[in-house]
């Protein structure tokens, strides 16, 4: 806003300025003409006056001289000069008349008296002259003819001055008004051109400085703000422009480090990105020029390879993978990551930038599947198993994306007081093309990668972002999540559990975690161990699904765990399958003879709730209470619940 308005300002007040002095060039220069076409009219009407002035003068000097001329040889030719001096003189002065002001005009009636007196003395002077009486003439001349002669020429030659310097003063003026409208337009047209030339050059920065924004904007659009590498949008276009020549080969490399995610979030996301900023220059420097490196999303990069065979692109894959092995010194700590590479090329695995993209992928599950860093795609993957690794290339981006998974919540209610023991949170996919997925469908798929520990964590992390805000809302709902066996391998698991009770700061207490027997069974010596520490932090535990896996009274005995759930599918047949009835009563009793509480999973109705009360059973979950809900609606489900039951025990 602030860098835009200064330009645009500036273009302002040059505009403005060019304005001002078109205006005050076209005022200077019609006040100029004005001044210089008035002073020219005063020069030629003033020398024109000061031509018949003089005109006048030479008449009166030429009747002078033909009445000298007369004394000496009279004669009827010098008469007549004299009268056309007489003439000249008349004519002079009505030029003067009708060139001159009121001044000339009171100045040429003086001078018409004059004459007319000059030429009655004249008159006088001829007859004496022609009467041959000299003493006449002479006394004529001295006391008439002189003095008038001499007071026409003083008054004529007075006018005839004036005029002439009025004339040459106008000249002098015009010359001056002149140079003043020349040095003033001059240097108009210089400011005027100086502005211009400033307009020119700001209109050029300003272009200049829009082109770069835009070609800013452009960059921004098509690339990775931390890496600064292409983003998907940039590589899928040039994906394409490479694959528009259906005869190149060309190959695409898909890849994804391994362990990402746990220095993102043991040494924070600060390193994380220091990380990716250092696997995104090492990728660079290991490939050739015209090969395209992008970050399609969190840890996950794309490697275009134009011109490039299959078999070609894995020894580079293989390259890039040894660069990226050698360790990444992060601040002060050194991290080691591993990366899987998937290579698929084009003709033989595709023709779109959207498909070879597709394979790349599946063959990188299959190389973090076989941890050999890197596959090649083939076909076969597709058929065998394509849709799991798709899956699991799914659910990644559902745990960064964030706004897939969800959780829901299942009632466990005392069968004896009908009171709420807790709630079981079950993990919900909505797939963005798929729709919802089961968890039956998923779960299993993550436990066979490292992927069920992510899962496991942004779990833990909802079910204490809910239990939280129940603890707000003075609800104290005990929660349980489910671990997958493959957790209680996870060395991390304790501390991150730790970490996301104090986060959000909820007693150890009211966290339940569940358990098969199978995953203790897997491992028993560091399942216990981890199940132990739990416990001490005081988290309780349950042996989830009982009767579906083997189980060793041994192993049971020791741990630490104070809640039996007896699998549903036991307690949804003990009404018509003896044997499921009696697994149902012999686990009650092991539960209780072991010090824990039992709880029946899958009641479906009120059948199984009697059955079960009467046999002891402590706890029940299933449709019969209550579905899987949103976290939203268990404060509303609690209080319709808690009412039924006081209403129902009011009967009695
Ligand atoms: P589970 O731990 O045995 O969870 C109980 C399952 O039984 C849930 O299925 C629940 O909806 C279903 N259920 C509850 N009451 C009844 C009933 O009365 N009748 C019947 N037929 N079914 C009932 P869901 O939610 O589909 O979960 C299936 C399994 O997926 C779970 O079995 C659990 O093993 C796994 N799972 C779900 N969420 C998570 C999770 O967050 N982490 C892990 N690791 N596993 C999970
Ligand atoms: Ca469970
Ligand atoms: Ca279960």
């Known amino acids: 806003m602030h860098a835009s308005s200064r330009p645009h300002r500036m273009r302002r007040a040059t505009a403005t300025g060019l304005t001002l002095v078109v205006i005050a060039l076209a005022v200077l220069s019609v006040a100029g003409v004005m001044r210089t076409r008035r002073a020219a009219d005063t020069v030629t009407r003033a020398t024109a006056l000061a031509a018949a002035y003089e005109r006048a003068h030479d008449a009166v000097a030429e009747e002078k001289l033909a009445e000298q001329h007369y004394r000496l040889e009279p004669g009827p030719d010098v008469r007549a000069g004299h009268a056309a001096a007489a003439a000249a003189l008349a004519a002079a002065l009505r030029d003067v008349d009708r060139l001159g002001g009121a001044t000339d005009r009171a100045l040429t009636a003086r001078v018409r008296a004059l004459q007319d007196e000059y030429l009655a003395s004249m008159n006088s002077l001829f007859a004496a002259v022609d009467a041959g009486d000299a003493a006449l003439v002479k006394r004529i001349d001295q006391n008439l003819t002189d003095p008038v002669f001499d007071q026409l020429t003083g008054d004529v030659r007075a006018a005839n001055i004036a005029h002439a310097t009025e004339a040459a003063d106008a000249v002098t003026d015009l010359r001056h008004t002149e140079s003043i409208v020349f040095t003033t337009t001059t240097l108009g047209f210089a400011a ?61 490399l898909m890849l994804d480090l391994d362990r990402f995610k746990e220095v993102n979030d043991t040494l924070g996301h600060q390193y994380g990105d220091d990380l990716l900023r250092q696997v995104a220059a090492r990728c660079t420097a290991a490939l050739r020029p015209g090969d395209l490196v992008a970050r399609l999303s969190g840890d996950e990069f794309a490697v275009l390879l134009p011109g490039t065979r299959t078999a070609e692109a894995a020894g ?20 080691d990551v591993e990366a899987s590479i998937g290579v698929a090329g084009a003709p ?40 799991r690794l798709l899956l699991l290339g799914d659910l990644r981006r559902a745990l960064e994306a964030g706004d897939q998974l969800t959780l829901h919540y299942q009632p466990k209610v005392r069968l004896d007081d009908h009171g709420l023991s807790g709630v079981e949170a079950l993990v919900r996919w909505q797939h963005p093309t798929r729709g919802a997925i089961p968890p039956a469908e998923f779960i299993p798929v993550a436990e066979t990668t490292g992927l069920i520990n992510r899962l496991t964590l942004y779990v833990l992390r909802l079910a204490l972002t809910q239990e939280r805000a129940w603890l707000d809302a003075g609800l104290s709902i005990p929660v349980a999540v489910n671990l997958s066996p493959r957790c209680l391998l996870d060395a991390e698991l304790v501390r991150h559990v730790t970490g996301l009770l104090d986060e959000f700061g909820v007693p150890a207490r009211l966290l339940r975690l569940e358990v098969t027997e199978s995953a203790v069974m897997a491992n028993p010596v560091q399942a216990t161990a981890t199940l132990t520490e739990l416990h001490d932090l005081g988290i309780h535990l349950s042996i989830d699904d009982y009767g579906t896996g083997y189980s060793s009274m041994a192993y049971l005995k020791q741990l630490p765990v104070d809640e039996l759930k007896v699998d549903r599918t036991f307690v949804q047949h003990m009404d018509i399958d003896q044997d499921d009835a009696i697994l149902v009563r012999g686990a009650i009793e092991l539960g209780h003879n072991l010090g824990m509480t039992v709880v029946a999973e899958g009641v479906e109705g009120t059948a199984h709730a009697a059955a079960l009360l009467e046999l002891g059973c402590d706890i029940a979950q299933g449709y019969h209470y209550a579905r899987p809900m949103p976290g939203a609606d268990v404060a509303a489900w609690l209080r319709t619940h808690t009412a039924t039951t006081a209403m129902r025990e009011a009967a009695f």
């Not at 990188?364 to 849709?387: F, L, P, W």
Request: with cysteine.
């Open 192 to 252: 005027g051109l100086v502005l211009i030339t400033g307009f020119a050059l700001a209109a050029a920065g300003y272009q200049r400085r829009l082109l770069r924004q835009a070609a800013a904007n452009e960059h921004q659009a098509l690339h990775d703000a931390l890496t600064g590498l292409p983003n998907r949008i940039l590589f899928n276009r040039r994906a394409d422009a490479a694959l528009a020549d259906p005869d190149a080969p060309v190959a695409v």
């Open 316 to 335: 580079l894959a293989a390259a890039l993978q040894q660069q990226l092995h050698r360790s990444f010194v992060l601040g002060d700590v050194t991290v």
């Open 348 to 387: 033989d695995d595709g023709h779109s930038a959207d498909a070879l993209l597709r394979c790349a992928d599946i063959a990188m599950y299959a190389a973090k599947e076989a941890k050999n860093g890197v596959a090649v795609y083939r076909s076969s993957m597709h058929t065998d198993d394509s849709s």
